[in-house]
């Protein structure tokens, strides 16, 4: 794996040519996810995008503790281009469910560590796509 201050950059670097300018980061609160999300906003600066909002969750989070965040995030004012999601297995898992709860997609999503797990693609169907 790369260093955290790199685990993105090439996503950010993508997202940006396709015209993403805006971004927002979910962490869950461990030494790699915070680690990688930390490293976002001077990525975002690098690419002249603006990290607009950055929200901490505890460690193993519920979809409760995500349902706050993707109600806010909705809100057409709120609305990132991308959302960079740096937590852990369970965590995304019931970051989607949130996001089912809400009613919202983001228009880009970024994960750090499920998108591959089988596990993950089990628990969430074809969300995952």
Known sequence: LPPTSNYFSHAVEALQKEGARTIASVWEKGSFTSGVCNALPALADQHGMTLQSEWP????PTSENFDN???VLAKDENNPD?????VYSAGC?????????????????VFTVCVGMDEFVETVGTDVQ
């Open 93 to 109: 898992a019931e970051w989607i469910k949130s996001l089912r709860k809400s009613g919202w997609s983001p228009r880009a999503q």
């Open 69 to 71: 965040i993707t109600n």
């Open 57 to 60: 969750v505890p460690t193993n």
């Open 82 to 86: 991308v959302v960079f999601t740096c």
